[in-house]
């Protein structure tokens, strides 16, 4: 079974701290995505990487930057958590192949984050 | 840009009535179609999901979906719910298109679906 770990559940920072969630997969997987699942507006895609070192802006990348060291792990930075930031932050990966696009992206649990 | 929205954003039926989510996409080009589930405290997990072939598709638990390209639609349906099924849905989709490589999604809103017992 392909594993999807996130460092925390729930997270409590403050404003102004830096954060970093941290995202770990199993199976060798490509690609690897940050998304962020708001009440009413589903998940929006933060971030993601195809590669190691490789990274693309997702649909709301502004305040967050990714960092991908190794291909197992995809870490997501908050420079200086805002109380906007408040949200439930989901990881997850997808093999590359050249019928990639059949593949399901697997996620992770979710961390809540609470910026007060 | 691109879009995918779910009409219903919350749902509550009585078990074994029928059940149908709708689910429309923007993008007019080649689309890959999912639906995901998330049960309370749960993973985000796949319910189903299309690419070709025969636009009727049949997930896990009796779910199953209907690509309908004239509509841009992919509902999903069950013929009987059960308490176990509530749970929040989301459908996705993913474009065929060079730039997309990694294989971006995208979501709908969700559907949050309470079943009542």
């Known amino acids: 079974d392909v594993k999807v770990t996130q460092s925390s559940r729930y997270l409590v920072k403050r404003t102004g701290e830096k954060v970093f969630l941290e995202c770990v997969q199993d199976?060798?997987?490509?690609?690897m995505f940050w998304y962020r699942q708001d009440p009413g507006l589903g998940l929006r895609l933060i971030y993601f990487?195809?590669?190691?070192?490789?990274?693309e802006k997702g649909d709301i990348p502004e305040g967050y930057s990714v960092s991908r060291e190794k291909k197992e792990r995809f870490s997501l930075i908050l420079e200086s958590a805002s109380t906007n930031q408040t949200s439930m932050y989901l990881c997850?990966?997808?093999?590359?192949?050249?019928?990639?696009?059949?593949?399901?992206?697997?996620f992770g649990p979710g961390t809540r984050l609470t910026v007060t | 840009a691109q879009s995918v929205s779910q009409h219903n954003h919350h749902v509550i039926l009585s078990e074994a009535a029928s059940l149908e989510l709708g689910c429309n996409y923007s993008?007019?080009?080649?689309?890959?179609l999912f639906w995901y589930v998330q049960y309370p405290g749960q993973h985000l997990q796949l319910l189903l999901k299309?690419?070709?072939?025969?636009?009727l598709v049949k997930g896990i638990k009796g779910f199953e979906a209907e690509f309908i390209k004239s509509k841009f639609s992919f509902n999903l349906r069950k013929p009987s719910v059960q308490w176990s099924d509530t749970a929040e849905y989301f459908c996705?989709?993913?474009?065929?298109?060079?730039?997309?490589?990694?294989?971006?999604?995208?979501f709908g809103q969700g559907t949050e679906l309470s079943v009542k017992p």
């Open positions: 199976m060798d997987h490509e690609n």
């Open positions: 997850a990966s997808k093999s590359y192949s050249p019928r990639d696009r059949l593949y399901e992206q697997y």
């Open positions: 990487s195809y590669d190691v070192k490789m990274k």
């Open positions: 993008y007019g080009g080649t689309v890959n």
């Open positions: 299309y690419f070709s072939g025969d636009p």
């Open positions: 996705a989709v993913n474009e065929e298109a060079i730039y997309n490589q990694g294989g971006k999604l995208i």
